[in-house]
């Protein structure tokens, strides 16, 4: 069964770091691209990052860009996201997805407040 | 960036009816289209992919159709397991792009 559990939320203050982390199991980690995708409350979907199999490409949503870094450890199955200069409009839900050509498993999400 | 223009953003039917949920995309994304269910408090669940395939385990009362940019969900025989949030997602080209969301209530 897939698996993929987040942790690393919570509180932190504008302009502060953050490191999300993504535990993955129940699939060849290292046969798939993954992803972050955000939600603010009340609001809709949004794509953070995605990084390849391998870790040799990355792309980022232009608000992100320059501030967030996602990585991943495949010999962990664990995938990553830093997130520096935090923003209040940072604030969300940061889900974890599996990412092949769509997002076919999510895991439950960890919150990210960002306030002072 | 591609913009998703999804509707209605809420709406309310019956148990039994036929709803759709529609997609319109601002520019040419091919079948690259996926559409989710989000219950409250959970994370997204895939239901459809290349706009008209239904994902492993979800009921065939899902479908999805495509007509030139527009895109469609429909749900036969509306049950109350299916009220939550629908949302498209057009994985064409980055950036990625949603639409905002249509939240469906069972009267």
């Known amino acids: 069964e897939v698996q993929l559990v987040e942790s690393g939320g919570g509180l932190v203050q504008p302009g502060r770091s953050m490191k999300l982390s993504c535990a993955a199991s129940g699939f060849t980690f290292n046969n798939y691209d993954m992803a972050w995708v955000c939600q603010a409350p009340k609001k809709g979907l949004e794509w953070v990052a995605t990084?390849?199999?391998?870790?040799?490409?990355?792309y980022y949503r232009d608000s992100v860009k320059g501030r967030f870094t996602i990585s991943r450890d495949n010999a962990k199955s664990t995938l990553y996201l830093q997130m520096d200069s935090l923003r209040s409009e940072d604030t969300a839900t940061y889900y974890c997805?599996?990412?092949?050509?769509?997002?076919?498993?999510w895991g439950p999400g960890t919150m990210v407040t960002v306030s002072s | 960036d591609i913009q998703m223009t999804q509707s209605p953003s809420s709406m309310s039917a019956s148990l039994g009816d036929t709803v759709t949920i529609t997609c319109l995309a601002s520019q040419d994304i091919g079948n690259y289209l996926s559409w989710y269910q989000q219950k409250p408090g959970k994370s997204p669940k895939l239901m459809i992919y290349g706009a008209t395939n239904l994902e492993d385990g979800v009921p065939s009362r899902f479908s999805g159709s495509r007509s030139g940019s527009d895109y469609s969900l429909t749900i036969n025989s509306l049950g109350y397991d299916d009220e939550g949030i629908y949302h498209c997602h057009q994985y064409y080209e980055y950036p990625l792009t949603f639409g905002s969301g249509t939240k469906l209530e069972i009267k």
């Open positions: 990084i390849s199999y391998d870790g040799s490409s990355t």
């Open positions: 997805a599996r990412h092949g050509w769509y997002f076919d498993f």
